[in-house]
């Protein structure tokens, strides 16, 4: 019988995208990041779909990396095989804004993929770590690259260097999650800010996505000629002027993504 990795769901404009892993910690193994992976990309294929949301069990968005496999890792084996990098490579490039609804732990690379999310939303128990430093390596998914760019270089480097979690109330004081919300409320919240997004153009979406993600990529004028060029093709965009004649109008937008 096959086992169904990744469950998905669609409210609308909106996909919610559930680890779904017999183990309801969810570790990330090659099989079920691969079934992540494509399913990410047939949505952001999808014209119908304008905003995702991923989340794991009520235990666990995602507790780490598959440590049975990095037991039996060598060196010469990650180096040829490229370890995590393609796996990785195909969740991290989506062009459309993407929602990560958090509880229970995010531990390794569970922490690295919510903060791929462009928003993230916490339970209000759910703790974050980079814990790899316990098994005698560092993280290799982006836990001493984006981890720094949200949280500052002195929490990055604790949570890093120590491995010891934090709460979801210190994530949100340190910038790492967008909000705290009950337990229960979460994946509701984060499909609630989803439809929020999917209202819009979805070309500008996206062009809001790339021109922000260059804000920690790029130096600041460079950014500014990327955001300025992103926002003068946005005059070619049927979707412009819908959304300025509805607004002097007095009325909703009606915009047809083009």
């Known amino acids: 019988m096959t086992v169904s990795l990744v469950t998905l769901e669609h409210q609308g404009a909106v996909a919610l995208v559930t680890l779904s892993s017999p183990n309801a ?7 079920l990041m691969t079934a992540l992976g494509n399913t990410l990309q047939m949505l952001d294929a999808d ?4 905003a995702i949301v991923v989340t794991g069990s009520a235990r666990a968005f995602a507790a780490g990396a598959d440590i049975q496999a990095m037991a039996q890792m060598t060196y010469a084996r990650a180096v040829t095989e490229n370890f995590l990098a393609d796996d990785w490579q195909r969740v991290s490039t989506l062009r459309k804004p993407v929602v990560a609804a958090v509880r229970g732990y995010a531990l390794g690379g569970g922490c690295e993929l919510a903060m791929i999310g462009d928003i993230v939303v916490a339970g209000d128990t759910a703790v974050f770590a980079q814990p790899e ?8 998914a982006g836990g001493t690259q984006r981890l720094p760019r949200a949280v500052g270089k002195s929490l990055a480097m604790e949570m890093n260097l120590t491995g010891e979690p934090i709460t979801a109330a210190r994530a949100l004081a340190a910038g790492l999650v967008s909000r705290v919300v009950p ?5 509701n919240t984060a499909l609630t800010i989803g439809e929020s997004i999917a209202r819009h153009s979805l070309p500008v979406l996206m062009a809001v ?3 922000t993600s260059r804000a920690f990529e790029t130096s600041l004028a ?3 000629s990327y955001e300025r060029s992103a ?3 946005c005059f070619a965009l049927d979707d412009q002027r819908e959304g300025c004649v509805a607004f002097l109008e007095r009325r909703v937008p009606h915009f047809n993504h083009r």
């Open 25 to 31: 910690l969810n570790p990330l193994t090659h099989e």
């Open 47 to 50: 014209n119908q779909t304008r």
């Open 133 to 140: 430093i316990k098994l005698g390596l560092l993280p290799g």
């Open 183 to 187: 337990d229960a409320d979460v994946v």
């Open 209 to 211: 996505k790339a021109a």
């Open 222 to 224: 460079e950014g500014l």
């Open 231 to 233: 926002f003068h093709g």
